[in-house]
């Protein structure tokens, strides 16, 4: 195997020297190497982001359900899972610790020993090493809660992972919830109610019932959350119950519940290097690594090319997400490698006021510099690459307008109402003589479920 996983790596850089199997000599592009010039924030960000770009490939999600939303319940048994690669041969030694939040993710006014049993740091002990991959790298893993520390109080938590034992060296946050599942809560979803948006738009209704949970004042100490996909960029917030009944707040709304459908995602398969997979074209190999070229997408709106480009896919995706996994001969995700990933969305003319970003769990539901496509007017198209691991993706494309204003999909997606999404309702409870916020339920609707 050994021999053959050679001969077939020469052969691959063999070709790569030929232009007839190089698209980047091609069209006289420059593709970008290990010094790419990756984005990593300053200062502490209270959402999911990459402090180190030599961090790779973050998962975290409850123990065996790598696709399900970061929720734990208090005191319970469930852990999260935490697994990420550092691009190198050699092992560091990391820590971690956990800041708990407001509802809406500010820092909360306890001290850490006011909601940590255990120890208020710890170290990340399990690592491995990639095993046959041309780029080098430690993966590291971390189960959480565990007997070094778990939190005693329900709410918003970020996990913080740091280098060097200095809380200020950070490689890594994370968003995650602690729900105490103290209060029912019923959604259902529906068509939207206003007309323009009956066939783009998906509507979100729910009951929250607290019966035998006090409640003295429930505009003042209930507060909501609804995301869509397990995203906080476009979370519903600061809803009031449009009832008040007997140990129920009924939240029925017409429009303020409403989010853009959308389409299902694009993806793509690099769990082989052998062959092209279906939305593959061609793969390469020269001095900066193997390069992973995707047949050119299409925008998928109505609103461009007087409708050519409307598509409605209709299959199962991972809403967003990604799946780590070879299928060539490895066994474990220590066996995939990482790649260059090519995109190309063909267009007559650029954007005029914005940019567009490849977009998903693989970006951490963010617009990072790395994630940029970029306007060639020789192909008239827009590109861009980012370094991968080998697994099955799902992404889209989404334009971040100047000035600040919401990012947006719908010119390149579409939206249809039939597309699935998952929804999720977390209910947070301030009494007025508490001093955090408590997360006292929890409720997940799919909508095609």
């Known amino acids: ?7 077939t790596t020469a052969l691959l850089l063999l070709l790569c020297q030929t232009p007839a199997y190089n698209l980047a000599a091609q069209t006289g592009e420059t593709w970008p190497d290990s010094t790419y010039n990756y984005y990593v924030p300053d200062l502490l960000q209270y959402q999911d982001a990459v402090y180190n770009p030599e961090v790779k490939t973050v998962i975290f999600a409850p123990q065996n ?7 734990i319940t208090l005191n319970g048994k469930d852990q999260l899972e935490l697994v990420f690669d550092v691009l190198g041969a050699n092992a560091q030694n990391y820590s971690y610790t956990i800041e708990q939040c407001t509802w809406n993710w500010q820092p909360s006014v306890l001290d850490p020993f006011d909601y940590i049993d255990g120890f208020t740091r710890d170290d990340i002990t399990n690592y491995r090493y990639a095993f046959n991959t041309y ?3 430690v993966q590291y893993r971390l189960l959480f809660p565990n007997n070094s520390m778990r939190p005693t109080k329900s709410g918003n938590y970020l996990l913080k992972v740091y280098a060097n034992d200095n809380p200020d060296d950070l490689l890594l946050t994370r968003r995650f ?4 599942n103290q209060l029912t809560v019923m959604p259902v979803l529906l068509t939207s109610g206003i007309t323009q948006y ?14 035998g949970f006090q409640v003295n004042n429930a505009l003042e100490e209930i507060k909501v959350a609804v995301l869509q996909n397990n995203r906080w960029d476009n979370a519903i917030t600061n809803l ?9 707040l009924v939240y029925n709304y017409i429009d303020q519940t409403l989010f853009e459908a959308g389409n299902e995602f694009r993806f793509f398969d690099t769990r082989t290097l052998r062959m092209n997979t279906e939305r593959v074209r061609n793969i390469t190999r020269d001095s900066t690594g193997c390069h992973v070229y995707l047949a050119p997408d299409a925008p998928r709106s109505p609103e461009l090319d007087n409708g050519r480009f409307m598509v409605r896919l209709n299959y199962v995706d991972m809403n967003g997400k990604f799946q780590i996994g070879i299928t060539d001969w490895g066994f474990t995700n220590l066996d995939a490698d990482y790649t260059w990933v090519h995109f190309e969305l063909p267009m007559e003319k650029p954007i005029p006021d914005g940019n567009i970003y490849i977009f998903g769990a693989l970006s951490d539901w963010n617009t990072l510099p790395q994630f940029q496509m970029h306007y060639n007017p020789k192909t008239k198209s827009y590109r861009g690459a980012a370094y ?11 334009i971040k307008r100047d000035g600040g204003a919401p990012l947006t999909s719908s010119l390149l997606e579409g ?11 977390l209910v947070y409870f301030h009494a007025f003589n508490s001093r955090y916020d408590r997360l006292v339920g929890y409720s997940y609707i799919n909508s095609r479920r």
Do not use: C, W
Request: net charge positive.
């Open 1 to 7: 195997m050994n021999f053959l996983y050679r001969f």
């Open 65 to 71: 359900r790598p696709l399900a939303a970061p929720v």
């Open 135 to 137: 780029q080098s790298y």
């Open 177 to 180: 919830m602690v729900s105490e």
């Open 198 to 211: 009956f066939n783009t738009h998906q509507r979100i209704n729910f009951t929250v019932g607290y019966n």
């Open 240 to 248: 009031q119950p449009v009832f008040i009944r007997r140990n129920e």
């Open 388 to 398: 991968l691991k080998q697994g099955l993706y799902d992404y889209q494309y989404v």
């Open 415 to 425: 939206n249809f109402i039939s597309t699935e999404n998952d929804y999720s309702i």
